[in-house]
């Protein structure tokens, strides 16, 4: 469509995909199925209405400012909703599959070992810390390179909220709880008693006095959504973000790096996500972020030759 890029094709093309999948496979354990197809269907009509008054141009900074970060603003409710639709296509979760196959590998389950093993406040509080830079790096680097450079910005949000929604389309077809299963949390979720060990190690008290341990408490009572563990989407954006340190913001490439690599750890460590998790994670920004750079740049010589009016992209 005229003026449209590949983030705008990317984003409405997940809020249509979703909504098919709501109108086909909707069931009892999907209440509010109504309400949610719904609200693709004005989310998708508000962000074509959007994408047509910036083009029409002189709208001001306040359309600029959404046209350029509407995707980012969405990635909340889209993760949100992945946890009201995963018993659509599978009516519980596959943490004993996960569980199983950590014990095939390792011998034992690294996410209740890791804390155990090093259950000290200064290494939780580090790993804790790390684990919270996840929304730090999101917004961090998204606010430089808008700052920076309005063509890097749009280069850096199409590629992430690319690799954000083929991770949200994954949790509707593999919905895996995580570690918390072992703590029967939710409360009315219970392993098989042949992967729930007969003991679970609790955290320990150092840990839970933790002032990063209680701000992630709070954000997960509050924004958590079941069954949006594999694979780690903390990991295989975090990933991402960092791709574009090293290709925009060089100073801060190698801080960035390591801040990833002790937030890769600390998702096992703080008990939010498996080992294979983590792989996945990995595997996904490998596999995704230069899928997503190619349909980019190729969305991108196709809009400039067809659309000069468009949003400017990097060249």
Request: glycine share 6%.
């Amino acid at each position: 469509m005229k003026h449209y890029t590949f983030v705008d094709y990317a984003t409405q093309g997940y809020l249509a995909v979703v909504g098919v999948l709501i109108l086909l496979l909707h069931n009892d354990q999907v209440p509010h199925w109504p309400w949610l197809l719904t609200a693709h269907a004005g989310v998708l009509t508000l962000v074509h209405l959007l994408i047509r008054l910036h083009a029409e141009g002189g709208a001001g900074r306040g359309v600029d400012f959404l046209r350029h970060f509407y995707p980012v603003l969405l990635y909340t409710g889209f993760y949100r909703e992945t946890g009201e639709l995963h018993h659509m296509l599978y009516p519980g979760f596959l943490d004993p599959v996960i569980i199983r196959l950590e014990q095939a590998v390792f011998g034992f389950q690294p996410s209740l070992a890791f804390m155990d093993h090093l259950p000290y406040l200064a290494v939780s509080e580090l790993l804790y810390a790390a684990y919270f830079t996840y929304y730090l790096m999101i917004v961090g680097i998204g606010l430089a390179l808008f700052l920076r450079n309005r063509e890097q910005f749009f280069h850096y949000v199409s590629v992430v909220s690319f690799v954000f929604y083929i991770c949200y389309l994954i949790y509707l077809f593999l919905p895996v709880m995580g570690p918390r299963s072992f703590y029967r949390d939710p409360a009315d979720y219970l392993l098989p008693s042949e992967v729930q060990p007969v003991h679970v190690p609790p955290f320990p008290e150092a840990v839970k006095a933790g002032l990063f341990y209680q701000i992630m408490a709070f954000i997960y009572r509050t924004l958590e959504s079941p069954g949006a563990a594999f694979p780690s989407s903390h990991v295989a954006v975090a990933v991402t973000t960092v791709w574009f340190s090293f290709r925009y913001l060089r100073r801060i490439r190698y801080l960035h790096l390591g801040d990833a690599v002790l937030l890769c750890l600390s998702t096992v460590y703080c008990r939010y996500h498996y080992a294979v998790d983590v792989v996945a994670g990995l595997v996904a920004a490998g596999l995704l972020v230069p899928l997503a750079n190619r349909l980019y740049f190729r969305f991108r010589d196709v809009g400039r030759t067809a659309n000069p009016g468009c949003p400017r992209q990097p060249p």
